[in-house]
């Protein structure tokens, strides 16, 4: 069926003329191929607000999310592309975040072991979560999609962003330094994709996450999937970079 849409995408309004179904990849078997956002994670910020989290707990100085940036989630947009050919019982189970409660995806030993290093949340189950949610959306597999999730996220932590952060950790940074990183890192105009979220903790304001929005096919170079999203307002103008431990 062919759709026109018009509504607010990602921050910005947009028309778009797409070709969807109930879920726009709920019978495919290969990648979604179009806009997406991808949500990255600043660990030591995300932990002063969940202590309890077993991923929050008794946290090692050498852990890699210490200085890099967590995997959060891929995110098949529009926002109402989700739980593509979920059951009702597990989309139930899944809002009430039993997410343990949900099934093993099945993934190889070998990806486990990236996974479990990039997406500290998996302690929390929050893997079987963004699967259900969004990864449904995406691919019929799940080891697809966290292959695709951890190279994307890979390749923003082997840039001059996540140097900016590792550098500045205790230092404030502005959503205008940020954004400047990406243009370095993946060319001009990158950074007016990129939204910056932060959170209060106490008298501080920290930056907890970054959302960048990208479009095409994970095997495309990064620099063209986000050189084809649209553009987004800034989000938080600015925070500390938290470092490890718990204030």
């Not at 018009?6 to 709920?26: D, F, H, M, P």
């Not at 994670?41 to 200085?67: G, H, I, L, M």
């Not at 940074?173 to 001009?188: C, E, P, T, V, Y």
């Amino acid at each position: 069926m062919l759709e026109l849409r018009v509504g607010i995408k990602w921050g910005l309004v947009a028309l778009t003329a797409t070709i969807v179904s109930a879920c726009q990849n709920e019978q495919s078997t290969s990648p979604f191929n179009g806009p997406m956002v991808l949500a990255i994670s600043w660990q030591p910020a995300f932990c002063e607000r969940a202590k309890r989290r077993p991923e929050c707990k008794a946290v090692k100085p050498d852990r890699y999310d210490n200085t890099n940036f967590a995997l959060h989630g891929l995110w098949p947009q529009p926002g109402s592309n989700i739980y593509c050919g979920v059951s009702e019982n597990d989309k139930a189970t899944d809002k009430k975040r039993r997410w343990k409660q949900l099934a093993g995806l099945g993934l190889s030993d070998e990806l486990k072991q990236k996974l479990w290093k990039m997406m500290p949340g998996a302690q929390s189950y929050l893997h079987r979560h963004e699967w259900v949610k969004h990864g449904t959306c995406y691919s019929n597999s799940p080891e697809t999609y966290y292959q695709d999730s951890v190279k994307l996220l890979s390749e923003i932590n082997a840039s001059e962003v996540r140097e900016l952060f590792s550098r500045s950790i205790g230092k404030r940074l502005s959503s205008a330094q940020i954004r400047s990183a990406f243009d370095r890192s993946f060319g001009k105009g990158a950074g007016k994709r990129v939204r910056i979220s932060c959170k209060r903790d106490g008298n501080r304001t920290l930056i907890t996450e970054l959302t960048v929005g990208l479009n095409g096919s994970a095997q495309d170079k990064i620099s063209e999937l986000i050189a084809a999203s649209p553009q987004t307002k800034k989000g938080c103008p600015g925070g500390i970079v938290d470092r490890i431990g718990l204030q």
